[in-house]
């Protein structure tokens, strides 16, 4: 790879950083037809061999995108290539969006005093909450059934409301669900 096809790839996350309002998953399909299908960097099966190895990984969603990089950059031939490469795109994919939240969460809190920034945080609470229990309900709702699954809606329910209402940490209550299921006590 030259120089200006580094310089490409870079400019192509900088642009995916504006354009990923609900994050990166979003631009797979596009983040395929420039990188494998237009400059032929990644075979599909890289491609896809880098989503999956970053989701099931422990970390931030965003990880698929520095081994998208890194594979471009061992394709070079070059280990170092590969680190370059993944580094490359990764701030070229969190550069922009964390630079804007630096901004504007520097100028929320030098105007927090104004009406307009007061009810613009108390009005995003309730909209924040309910995606996020929009989110958890389709996850839940994928493949159970109200039957066989009762057992888990059940502790979803109480675990719900023991976050809600005690100042019981939410680790130990992940804890215990995992170890009822360690046990055989709750099963999917």
Same mark, same amino acid.
């Given at each position: 790879m030259s120089m200006s096809d580094w310089f490409d790839l870079f400019r192509q996350y900088l642009y995916y950083s504006f354009v990923s309002i609900s994050g990166p998953l979003v631009l797979l399909p596009e983040m395929r037809n420039f990188l494998v299908n237009e400059h032929h960097w990644l075979t599909d099966a890289q491609f896809s061999a880098s989503i999956v190895l970053a989701q099931a990984a422990p970390g931030p969603n965003i990880l698929f995108v520095a081994? !998208? *990089?890194?594979?471009? *950059?061992?394709? #070079?031939? =070059?280990?170092? &290539?590969?680190? %370059? *490469? %993944?580094?490359?795109?990764?701030? %070229? !994919?969190?550069?922009? +969006? =964390? &630079?804007?939240?630096?901004? #504007? &969460?520097?100028?929320?809190?030098?105007? +927090?005093?104004?009406l307009a920034i007061r009810a613009f945080k108390q009005g995003m609470g309730p909209v924040v909450i309910a995606l996020l229990i929009a989110s958890g309900y389709s996850l839940a709702t994928t493949n159970t059934s109200a039957q066989h699954d009762w057992p888990l809606w059940l502790v979803t329910a109480i675990s719900t409301i023991l976050v809600w209402r005690t100042k019981i940490p939410m680790l130990w209550l992940l804890a215990a669900g995992g170890v009822f299921g360690a046990l055989g006590i709750l099963h999917v």
């Open positions: 081994l !998208m *990089g890194w594979n471009i *950059g061992l394709n #070079t031939g =070059s280990i170092f &290539a590969a680190l %370059g *490469g %993944g580094l490359l795109c990764l701030v %070229g !994919m969190l550069l922009p +969006s =964390s &630079a804007m939240v630096f901004v #504007t &969460a520097n100028w929320v809190q030098r105007n +927090s005093h104004l």
